[in-house]
């Protein structure tokens, strides 16, 4: 059974950092697409950023571009995403996915209907 388990949330400050980690079990991801979504209250799941199924493309949100980077260790079946200079408005529940899908279009990524599996979400609160 395929299962995600994202870990690396909590309580941080304006401007400080986290570091949100995804691990996969279940099978053998290194051919699938990986992402993070985020969700804030009272609002629509967003996405955050994606890394494509061979590791060497990544997307981001307009919002986080510069900020967050996202990568993958297939050999631990783990995908990262690291986040700086956080704001309070990154408040949210981030979600760890993953898609059977191979593509090169930043488009394809950001749908959140490719990805089949989903984490059950880590909190994530910046204080101002």
């Known amino acids: 059974q395929v299962q995600l388990v994202e870990s690396g949330g909590g309580l941080v400050q304006a401007g400080g950092s986290l570091r949100l980690s995804c691990a996969a079990s279940?099978?053998?991801?290194?051919?699938?697409?990986m992402a993070w979504f985020r969700q804030a209250p009272g609002k629509e799941r967003e996405f955050v950023a994606a890394?494509?199924?061979?590791?060497?493309?990544?997307y981001y949100a307009d919002s986080v571009k510069g900020r967050f980077t996202i990568s993958r260790d297939d050999a631990k079946n783990t995908v990262s995403l690291q986040m700086n200079s956080l704001k309070p408005e990154d408040t949210a529940v981030y979600y760890c996915?993953?898609?059977?899908?191979?593509?090169?279009?930043?488009?394809?990524?950001?749908?959140?209907?490719?990805?089949?599996?989903w984490g059950q979400g880590t909190q994530v609160t910046v204080s101002s």
């Open positions: 996915a993953t898609g059977a899908f191979r593509s090169n279009s930043g488009l394809s990524h950001k749908r959140m209907d490719l990805y089949a599996y």
């Open positions: 279940g099978r053998t991801f290194s051919s699938y697409a």
């Open positions: 890394i494509n199924w061979s590791g060497d493309s990544t």
